[in-house]
């Protein structure tokens, strides 16, 4: 008995749907950012830490420290509590199997949500790190 045309087209639909999810992400890393803040590091009240986790390189040139997160947007943005001083960050990065990853963190001391000179901050010191397995990295926010 041959198929009918809707369940020919429910399972092609169906196909399409399963290739469609296995090559839109078929790897998933796991980014872990283990964000301490440094003891000389004045917090103000309701101090903002934002972590910028992501694939997308920032834009340093001419500018100094050059491996401060210039220009990028906020992975997250945690308000840290009295006297806090570390963080851990997870997320994830996806769809290949090598993933170029960066990673920062800064105290936003005008709460503007974009880095600006003289905001302590921390940096992977492999910035860009590429990712073929689970990540995980700690980042130490110092004075610049």
Request: net charge negative; aromatic share 8%; with cysteine.
């Amino acid at each position: 008995m041959p198929f009918s045309p809707l369940r020919l087209s429910l399972a092609a639909a169906g196909l399409a749907a399963l290739v469609t999810a296995v090559v839109a992400c078929s790897y998933s890393w796991e980014v872990i950012l283990d964000i301490e803040i440094a003891a000389d590091v004045v917090l103000p009240t309701d101090a903002r830490l934002v972590i910028v986790q992501g694939p997308d390189a920032a834009d340093v040139a001419g500018r100094a420290p050059a491996d401060a997160p210039w220009g990028v947007a906020a992975t997250d943005t945690v308000t840290l509590a009295a006297d806090q001083r570390t963080h851990r960050f997870e997320g994830s990065t996806c769809c290949a199997p090598t993933e170029t990853n960066f990673a920062w963190a800064f105290v936003d001391l005008d709460n503007d949500g974009t880095y600006d000179a003289g905001e302590p901050y921390g940096a992977d010191p492999g910035n860009p790190v590429e990712v073929s397995a689970d990540y995980t990295v700690k980042l130490v926010v110092q004075n610049p």
